[in-house]
């Protein structure tokens, strides 16, 4: 009898511990907007060693162990949203012309990589030669729900319903409701009418605020409380930070997601400011300078 009392004590016990462990893993993930984890956010991909917003440029990131790969959206002629910095595909495509009077065919023809082997001789790569402009339905379809999206609306005056279209894309991709993780996707733009717009749209979606290098040298803190009322926090020109700034920031509980820092010295001082994460075109770097820390 007392034996069997032990064995069931023994396999309660187990049970307990087994139930307290999965949590503690799924909670890793849920902490994606903790102001205590550092993120790292691959800008345009791995866009130092890649053609950005391609492919290539997204698969190295993961490879690199971004926290986020960063997507930023321009709508074709013909109403799809695709990834792209610009608004005209001059500068990282063989063809001119402005996005929204090209139509999605006329994109998938340009060669989106070429340009990057001749801008860098020394990270050239036959592999990028031909790399195709993507679409956000493209991106979210190849990586999924493994991957975590920092999505920015690109000059949404241009785009009439860009953010309904974004919106239905994360459906589409189970990547926005009350069961997705929280802080998978953010979306960012420096446009405070299309996060307002989103914030009556979806609530639980966290954005953030952009803010070029003179907005944020002169924020006060009632533009920060009003910017708590739709938004997790700001990213800011990184050239703008200091100390002091950095924490009137964080002391209104905003995440800071300063933009965009490539050399180990800044991000080493962005860190000791106090900065919650950055983007970078070397996500390996930034992973490493963390690590050193």
Same mark, same amino acid.
């Given at each position: 009898?007392?034996?069997?009392?032990?064995?069931?004590?023994?396999?309660?016990?187990?049970?307990?511990?087994?139930?307290?462990?999965?949590?503690?893993?799924?909670?890793?993930?849920?902490?994606?907007?903790? %102001?205590?984890?550092?993120?790292?956010?691959?800008? +345009?991909?791995?866009?130092?060693?890649? %053609?950005?917003?391609?492919?290539?440029?997204?698969?190295?990131? /993961? =490879?690199?162990?971004?926290?986020?790969?960063?997507?930023?959206?321009?709508?074709?002629?013909?109403?799809?949203?695709?990834?792209?910095?610009?608004?005209?595909?001059?500068?990282?495509?063989?063809?001119?012309?402005?996005?929204?009077?090209?139509?999605?065919?006329?994109?998938?023809?340009?060669?989106?990589?070429?340009?990057?082997?001749?801008?860098? %001789?020394?990270?050239?790569?036959?592999?990028?030669?031909?790399?195709?402009?993507?679409?956000?339905?493209?991106?979210?379809?190849?990586?999924?729900? +493994?991957?975590?999206?920092?999505?920015?609306?690109?000059?949404?005056?241009?785009?009439?319903?860009?953010?309904?279209?974004?919106?239905?894309?994360? =459906?589409?991709?189970?990547?926005?409701? /009350?069961?997705?993780?929280?802080?998978?996707?953010?979306?960012?733009?420096?446009?405070?009418?299309?996060?307002? =717009?989103?914030?009556?749209?979806?609530?639980?979606?966290? =954005?953030?605020?952009?803010?070029?290098?003179?907005?944020?040298?002169?924020?006060?803190?009632?533009?920060?409380?009003?910017?708590?009322?739709?938004?997790?926090?700001?990213?800011?020109?990184?050239?703008?930070?200091? %100390?002091?700034?950095?924490?009137?920031? +964080?002391?209104?509980?905003?995440?800071?997601?300063?933009?965009?820092?490539?050399?180990?010295?800044?991000?080493?001082?962005?860190?000791?400011?106090?900065?919650?994460?950055?983007?970078?075109?070397?996500?390996?770097?930034?992973?490493?300078?963390?690590?050193?820390?």
């Amino acid at each position: 009898m007392k034996k069997s009392r032990l064995l069931a004590f023994v396999l309660l016990s187990f049970a307990l511990l087994s139930f307290a462990w999965v949590p503690a893993t799924v909670s890793a993930h849920e902490h994606l907007l903790s %102001p205590d984890r550092i993120l790292t956010v691959a800008h +345009r991909g791995a866009s130092g060693y890649a %053609p950005e917003h391609t492919l290539a440029s997204y698969k190295l990131a /993961k =490879k690199m162990n971004a926290d986020y790969l960063e997507l930023d959206l321009q709508m074709t002629k013909d109403g799809h949203l695709i990834v792209m910095h610009d608004e005209t595909v001059d500068r990282t495509t063989n063809g001119t012309g402005w996005v929204k009077d090209l139509t999605l065919a006329e994109i998938k023809q340009l060669d989106a990589g070429t340009w990057f082997n001749e801008a860098n %001789p020394d990270r050239q790569n036959a592999h990028y030669i031909g790399q195709r402009v993507l679409t956000l339905d493209e991106v979210l379809r190849y990586f999924g729900k +493994r991957e975590n999206y920092y999505i920015e609306t690109k000059k949404p005056d241009l785009y009439p319903q860009m953010e309904e279209k974004l919106l239905a894309a994360l =459906k589409k991709h189970h990547l926005l409701g /009350k069961h997705t993780r929280k802080g998978q996707v953010i979306i960012q733009s420096f446009s405070e009418d299309s996060l307002l =717009k989103l914030q009556k749209l979806a609530p639980r979606l966290p =954005k953030v605020q952009l803010l070029d290098r003179n907005q944020m040298t002169s924020i006060t803190d009632d533009q920060l409380d009003f910017i708590k009322t739709y938004a997790v926090g700001v990213g800011p020109n990184f050239r703008a930070l200091t %100390p002091e700034n950095v924490q009137q920031v +964080r002391s209104h509980g905003l995440l800071l997601h300063p933009y965009t820092v490539n050399s180990e010295a800044d991000m080493t001082r962005l860190l000791q400011y106090g900065v919650t994460g950055l983007f970078t075109n070397f996500p390996d770097v930034f992973n490493r300078v963390k690590a050193s820390l």
